[in-house]
């Protein structure tokens, strides 16, 4: 193993190892992870679909590689994926941007105990007089990226909801559930949506562990 080289696919065949350092663990995360991706409510493309934007939003690589894959297997196409992962770069941007109402309250000295409120958010528009290109342009982007294309407004609210958990942002959990139950989404499939990306948070630091063994090994 090159000492340069800290990401590669064939280091993935590591993480069996953890089925003999952490036995009983292992076997449940498996366990677990194998029924948040199973077909339900949701299809199993559709999860796969959330499982690669998640997998973007955690930062990834191995998880990227195997979920791509598995999404291919079930005859997604390349311009479904890419609609899948500009939600999730629209979702990641949009919770740095929502966080913003919470830097006015910092910088403006309120004296709220209170950090998250959903009238806080009615703060947001302050950037359109602060910044106003920048915003306008981040409003344009994230409004084409959940527009109905190959994906329905539904999946991608799903998606959405999913990676709002991942980047725990409770403004865009609280606008993309809602968004989401505007779409005719139940809750059976809104619950689902969240344990793919707990599936999927909890993986992409599992899959990392094999970086830890190599480094431990060094």
Known sequence: MSNESLYQKSYFSRLGEFSDLTPDTFKYFIRFDHYALKEGAIPSKLKELIAIAVAHTTGCPYCIDIHVKNAKSLETSKEEMAEAIMVAT???????????VNALNSFDNTDD?????????????????????????????DQQAMKSGLLS?????????????????????DIHTKGAKRAKAVKEEVAEAIMVATALKAGSAL???????????E
């Open 90 to 100: 629209a979702l990641k941007a949009g919770s740095a941007l929502a966080h913003g």
């Open 207 to 217: 899959a990392h562990g094999v970086n830890a063994l190599n480094a431990f090994d």
């Open 153 to 173: 407004v539904k999946e991608k609210e799903l998606i959405a909801v999913a990676v709002a958990h991942t980047t725990g942002c409770p403004y865009c959990i």
């Open 113 to 141: 105990e209170e950090l998250y409120k959903r009238a806080y958010f009615n703060r947001l528009k302050e950037f359109s007089n602060l910044n106003g290109d920048v915003f306008k342009a981040f409003v344009d982007f």
